[in-house]
């Protein structure tokens, strides 16, 4: 039987990727669902490709423009009640949730409700509802799956082993394009530079965020939920070179990592196919070509947002709601040149210093945050 699947994101970065695992083993899935935001020249390729009952498109205008030109009986969809829609599409086995940003919330819960499981490449989700997120996993016996390499490694290090024997989680990072940099000149950095990552090929604005370290913190934000545990006990170690995708500590001091080359595919695919493994076609790891593995730990003077995204979760309730709706515009305002980029963090800590945090029980409050928080950044920044 071939697992049914449907895609968020489907002409993003991780999108593409997922399409590439499952071009080399259509003996194994069948694509339900794509959506894109607005990319209907690749979304209409993939359609022909792919041949998916349901496609849903962001925006309406585009969507209207896909439908006059799609002759295959594919139904197209718009807004958020179409990410829903094929999302939770009768026959979905599997949700893949590439999109990025707050948006992937509402159809990631919706599928849960609905029974589907869940392989999350959209760290926001549980960034910002975390807690109704796993409560409602749970309450469904949905799984949760982790796309992110470092979240996968996490999750197949665990495999097997007794959680309550886990002492800390060793969350990886490479430190991006400026580690080496210094603070002045990181100060007068463009988004171009920015965008040059040393090892990852990914979209503009988890490449912004891995140069702040945003990214980094929060996965660990997303870590804390998808393993339950404290945030004191995970740890960010920068490691250049990008092979340990991250490790585990247990109680006795022993250390578990997963290795491989940085390649998305490999966390994806074991989304794609878990508990099971797959003959890939991803280029092995050779340890004839490491010449070295190297560790640091992060500089917090250089790299602030880290920090703000652990001082986010220990405040709690919705103030990670607010520092991820903060960081989404405040990325597209460097993108735009507007800003400069230790802007970012001083925008996030003043709106962390302005709200007033409560504890939520509905993602109605979260989109309220959510929308109050984009409000303030656009009203506040010097133009």
Same mark, same amino acid.
């Given at each position: 039987?071939?697992?049914?699947?449907? @895609?968020?994101?489907?002409?993003?970065?991780?999108?593409?990727?997922?399409?590439?695992?499952?071009?080399?083993?259509?003996?194994?899935?069948? !694509?339900?669902?794509?959506?894109?935001?607005?990319?209907?020249?690749?979304?209409?390729?993939?359609?022909?490709?792919?041949?998916?009952?349901? =496609?849903?498109?962001? &925006?309406?205008?585009?969507?209207?423009?896909?439908?006059?030109?799609?002759?295959?009986? !594919?139904?197209? =969809?718009?807004?958020?009640?179409?990410?829903?829609?094929?999302?939770?599409?009768?026959?979905?086995?599997?949700?893949?949730?590439?999109?990025?940003?707050?948006?992937?919330?509402?159809?990631?819960?919706?599928?849960?409700?609905?029974?589907?499981?869940?392989?999350?490449?959209?760290?926001?989700?549980?960034?910002?509802?975390?807690?109704?997120?796993?409560?409602?996993?749970?309450?469904?016996?949905?799984?949760?799956?982790? !796309? *992110?390499?470092? +979240?996968?490694?996490?999750?197949?290090?665990? =495999?097997?082993?007794?959680?309550?024997? #886990?002492?800390?989680?060793?969350?990886?990072?490479?430190?991006?394009?400026?580690?080496?940099?210094?603070?002045?000149?990181?100060?007068?950095?463009?988004?171009?530079?920015?965008?040059?990552?040393?090892?990852?090929?990914?979209?503009?604005?988890?490449?912004? *965020?891995?140069?702040?370290?945003? &990214?980094?913190?929060?996965?660990?934000?997303?870590?804390?939920?998808?393993? *339950?545990?404290?945030?004191?006990?995970?740890?960010?170690? @920068?490691?250049?070179?990008?092979?340990? +995708?991250?490790?585990?500590?247990?109680?006795?001091?022993?250390?578990?990592?997963?290795?491989?080359?940085?390649?998305?595919?490999?966390?994806?695919?074991?989304?794609?196919?878990?508990?099971?493994?797959?003959?890939?076609?991803?280029?092995?790891?050779?340890?004839?070509?490491?010449?070295?593995?190297?560790?640091?730990?992060?500089?917090?003077?250089?790299?602030?947002?880290?920090?703000?995204?652990?001082?986010?979760?220990?405040?709690?309730?919705?103030?990670?709601?607010? #520092?991820?709706?903060?960081?989404?515009?405040?990325?597209?305002?460097?993108?735009?040149?507007?800003?400069?980029?230790?802007?970012?963090?001083?925008?996030?800590?003043?709106?962390?210093?302005?709200?007033?945090?409560?504890?939520?029980?509905?993602?109605?409050?979260?989109?309220?945050?959510?929308?109050?928080?984009?409000?303030?950044? @656009? *009203? &506040?920044?010097?133009?």
């Amino acid at each position: 039987m071939k697992k049914k699947v449907s @895609i968020l994101g489907s002409t993003g970065s991780i999108g593409t990727q997922t399409l590439d695992v499952i071009r080399n083993n259509m003996d194994h899935f069948d !694509v339900v669902g794509l959506a894109v935001m607005n990319n209907i020249e690749a979304l209409e390729i993939q359609i022909h490709e792919f041949k998916p009952k349901i =496609v849903a498109v962001f &925006n309406e205008e585009k969507a209207a423009v896909l439908r006059s030109k799609v002759t295959s009986s !594919v139904k197209v =969809v718009s807004s958020i009640n179409g990410l829903i829609e094929v999302a939770t599409y009768d026959e979905v086995e599997l949700l893949l949730n590439s999109v990025v940003g707050s948006i992937g919330v509402l159809p990631t819960l919706k599928a849960i409700e609905c029974g589907i499981d869940i392989a999350l490449a959209n760290k926001e989700t549980l960034v910002v509802a975390g807690k109704l997120v796993m409560e409602k996993a749970k309450k469904n016996n949905v799984k949760i799956i982790p !796309v *992110d390499s470092e +979240h996968s490694a996490i999750f197949q290090c665990l =495999v097997g082993e007794d959680k309550k024997t #886990l002492s800390k989680i060793l969350l990886t990072a490479s430190g991006g394009p400026f580690r080496e940099w210094q603070y002045e000149q990181i100060n007068k950095a463009t988004y171009k530079e920015a965008l040059k990552h040393p090892n990852w090929s990914m979209g503009k604005k988890i490449s912004i *965020d891995s140069a702040t370290l945003m &990214n980094k913190g929060l996965e660990a934000i997303e870590a804390k939920w998808l393993f *339950d545990i404290d945030m004191e006990r995970i740890e960010v170690v @920068i490691h250049p070179q990008s092979i340990i +995708h991250s490790m585990v500590e247990f109680n006795d001091t022993s250390i578990i990592a997963q290795l491989g080359l940085p390649d998305m595919r490999i966390a994806i695919q074991y989304a794609l196919t878990y508990p099971n493994r797959l003959q890939s076609h991803i280029q092995p790891l050779d340890f004839s070509k490491l010449s070295t593995l190297t560790f640091e730990q992060p500089d917090i003077k250089k790299f602030p947002c880290l920090k703000l995204c652990f001082d986010s979760i220990k405040i709690g309730g919705t103030m990670p709601c607010v #520092l991820n709706a903060a960081n989404e515009e405040l990325v597209n305002l460097y993108l735009q040149e507007k800003i400069n980029f230790y802007d970012i963090s001083s925008y996030i800590q003043e709106i962390m210093n302005v709200h007033s945090t409560f504890e939520y029980n509905s993602v109605e409050e979260l989109i309220e945050v959510d929308n109050w928080s984009r409000k303030w950044i @656009i *009203d &506040n920044y010097k133009r």
